[in-house]
């Protein structure tokens, strides 16, 4: 088995019980929906790469960020028939936006296939990766952080 670890930076951007998403197109959460962000440019600061990713993923550029919490988890899956340990840490943070998503800004990468907002209740474990199921969990219990 291979292993694999990725660190980066996750925006949790909320409207009306409705949550950002984008929809994953490769790696261990193809098809998944995630929290737009991703990976840290060398010598880019955490704040900016939230700023970046947010902007190549969805077209909108944030107004404020706040550093909501920092999650970790491991995944296995398969990657072109190599079974890999995927070992994920990210730091979520919570955002409100200068712009709307605008999908003609959208940086057309092949991580992400798409943004959309979806009700946080109509969300379910199989449907999202586990820190979008993290932060799912925590509005419903917040005493009850894992």
Request: aromatic share 10%; net charge negative; with cysteine.
């Amino acid at each position: 088995m291979t292993n694999r670890s990725h660190i980066g930076v996750y925006a949790i951007v909320i409207r009306a019980n409705t949550l950002l998403l984008v929809t994953k197109s490769r790696g261990p959460y193809a098809g998944k929906y995630d929290l737009p962000g991703g990976r840290m440019e060398p010598g880019e600061s955490s704040s900016r790469a939230l700023y970046r990713e947010l902007l190549e993923e969805t077209g909108a550029i944030a107004n404020d960020i706040a550093l909501w919490d920092i999650c970790s988890c491991t995944v296995e899956y398969e990657d072109n028939g190599e079974n890999v340990s995927f070992n994920h840490v990210g730091a979520l943070y919570s955002v409100t936006l200068k712009t709307e998503p605008n999908r003609d800004l959208m940086d057309r990468n092949e991580d992400v296939s798409r943004f959309d907002w979806y009700a946080i209740e109509s969300l379910s474990q199989g449907k999202v990766t586990p820190f979008v199921w993290h932060f799912i969990q925590t509005l419903v219990n917040p005493d009850k952080l894992d």
